[in-house]
């Protein structure tokens, strides 16, 4: 009850909230009273680019803490204090230093083993993009941080079949296979002294629910769980963004049921006095605020309806469905050549008219063999239906096109059982419910892969800064709808951090957030919607890993 009546009391009164590889980069203590612009400036670098790399430390960091700054900019912070800052050949004790570097502060002597391992990543580096094996690494988290599998790091590297050693410099991937997508990101920045004020508009219910237990409202209320969960994510967003030096005001308001407060809320308050709006979350409601404010609105979650938004000031965080489908095609139609591809609908029009439209897209490129499409007969796919299209010894590619469970449920059981020289990948564009529904062993049997507009790597530093943060403020780690409140808040804030105004933002690139793609780039008539969607596929360990 402690956080209901913690979220009554918020929703009751509107309230504001105060709110690599070795020797590339190298550990700093910080002094008793350096704040990170004074060290920037030490480094000749922005305090922005500082702030991107030590992301979750406060302006005026407290004496002692420990930040990473670029190993090329050492020198420039040894020669500021040479007898304090840098430890001689006598004295490396790092009590007394405050430079760190884990693998020892660098020597004027370069032995031949330095030199050669020096010119040994100076070739490798002109064709493949190559790491340093550390303290730590294991196939599994090479694997998923680099999007490989092993089978092609052992291809690359064939001394790795006797397994990793540190120190090993190993290759990745060839570099026109690397996708650099630095020139895309957006880059984080934050003006000095910004402020913002900022509104939250959820159906709390504060009033409907005060005379309800905790069992009766989150056991019985799909509706106050995903509300509840949504704003516990922005609180750590804001309190994230606070401590990097960004003063945000938020003002939260209870919209209660659909329609019945929104209209009061619009004729009470100067809503246009915020820098952006989060919610509200019936599409209704945010179409008519659009009508009446100028600020900027953000809609938090996906909506069937949220087609019909054409007001510019709405910004529809969720990508539309028919981006899912655009995303698969356009990955199948980049990356697979020389196969036979198989098209599975369920007979109903709306299955019938994608499978026929995806048809005629890729029988228009000359790598694909052949595209069939089956049907099922009785309300199932026989496993004849399969084995009298897909080929021996090719790339068959199977895409699924309904999301009728029955169907799902058979194609896969057909398609987990066939010769062994006939091999199959499958395809389709969103998981829904129905794939949910089969043993997870079934889709990894089948390298199943997926479009998605959520994508987590577990062992990311932004997921777990995250899930420590939630798990330490909750005592439970966060759900979707949790990192969803923490990624879409700390996105618009962090835009606007920059002093800027959130639609400039857009056209500056995409950013990642904990599992959330932001790409508003290339807005069509100016109406922003996030395109932002990823390929997922299933790894025979029943990890995922992101392909596209």
Request: hydrophobic letters at 35%; a neutral charge.
């Amino acid at each position: 009850m402690k956080h209901l009546k913690f979220f009554i009391f918020l929703c009751i009164l509107t309230f504001t909230v105060s709110c690599g590889q070795q020797k590339k980069y190298i550990q700093y203590k910080v002094k008793k009273g350096e704040t990170i612009t004074e060290i920037a400036k030490k480094l000749d670098m922005s305090a922005r680019d500082l702030y991107r790399l030590n992301p979750d430390v406060d302006k005026k960091p407290e004496e002692n803490t420990v930040i990473i700054i670029p190993n090329k900019k050492m020198q420039t912070l040894k020669s500021e204090n040479p007898k304090k800052d840098v430890a001689t050949e006598k004295d490396k004790t790092k009590e007394n230093n405050n430079i760190e570097d884990d693998n020892s502060v660098s020597k004027d002597i370069i032995t031949d083993k330095e030199r050669q391992k020096t010119e040994l990543i100076e070739a490798l580096e002109k064709e493949y993009k190559i790491h340093e094996v550390k303290k730590g690494d294991t196939f599994y988290s090479l694997t998923r941080f680099y999007d490989v599998s092993r089978e092609d790091l052992i291809a690359l590297n064939p001394e790795l079949s006797e397994g990793l050693k540190l120190q090993q410099i190993i290759k990745i991937k060839k570099l026109e296979e690397v996708f650099d997508e630095e020139d895309f990101l957006y880059v984080d920045e934050i003006e000095d002294g910004v402020s913002i004020k900022a509104a939250l508009m959820l159906p709390f219910r504060a009033k409907e629910l005060d005379s309800l237990t905790r069992t009766q409202i989150f056991g019985n209320s799909k509706l106050a769980n995903i509300v509840a969960e949504f704003y516990m994510g922005v609180e750590i967003a804001v309190d994230s963004l606070r401590k990097q030096g960004v003063n945000i005001r938020l003002d939260v308001y209870d919209t209660e049921s659909n329609s019945t407060r929104i209209r009061s809320i619009v004729a009470e308050k100067d809503l246009d006095d915020n820098d952006v709006i989060i919610g509200p979350l019936y599409s209704e409601e945010a179409q008519f605020l659009a009508e009446k404010i100028k600020t900027p609105i953000v809609f938090p979650f996906y909506s069937s309806k949220q087609s019909t938004f054409t007001s510019k000031r709405l910004v529809k965080t969720s990508p539309n469905k028919k981006l899912f489908r655009e995303k698969l095609l356009e990955h199948i139609t980049n990356n697979f050549h020389d196969g036979n591809i198989i098209l599975v609908g369920d007979g109903e029009a709306e299955s019938n008219l994608n499978a026929k439209q995806i048809q005629n897209e890729l029988e228009k490129h000359d790598s694909i063999n052949s595209v069939a499409v089956i049907t099922p007969q009785k309300g199932y796919i026989k496993r004849s239906k399969f084995t009298d299209v897909l080929k021996p010894n090719m790339n068959n590619l199977v895409v699924l096109t309904t999301d009728d469970n029955v169907i799902v449920a058979s194609a896969i059981n057909s398609l987990i059982s066939l010769p062994e020289d006939v091999t199959v990948r499958v395809f389709t564009f969103d998981k829904v419910s129905a794939f949910n529904k089969v043993d997870n062993f079934k889709l990894a049997k089948i390298g199943f892969t997926y479009v998605s507009d959520e994508f987590v790597r577990e062992d990311s530093f932004k997921s777990i800064n995250f899930n420590n943060k939630y798990l330490e403020k909750n005592g439970v780690l966060p759900s979707y709808y949790a990192t969803r409140g923490f990624d879409v808040t700390y996105d618009v804030l962090m835009r606007l951090a920059s002093g800027k105004s959130l639609k400039s933002t857009f056209d500056e690139g995409y950013s990642y957030r904990v599992e959330s793609k932001f790409d508003y780039t290339n807005k069509l008539f100016k109406i922003t919607e996030n395109k932002g969607l990823f390929i997922v596929k299933y790894n025979p360990d029943l990890t995922l890993t992101r392909i596209d």
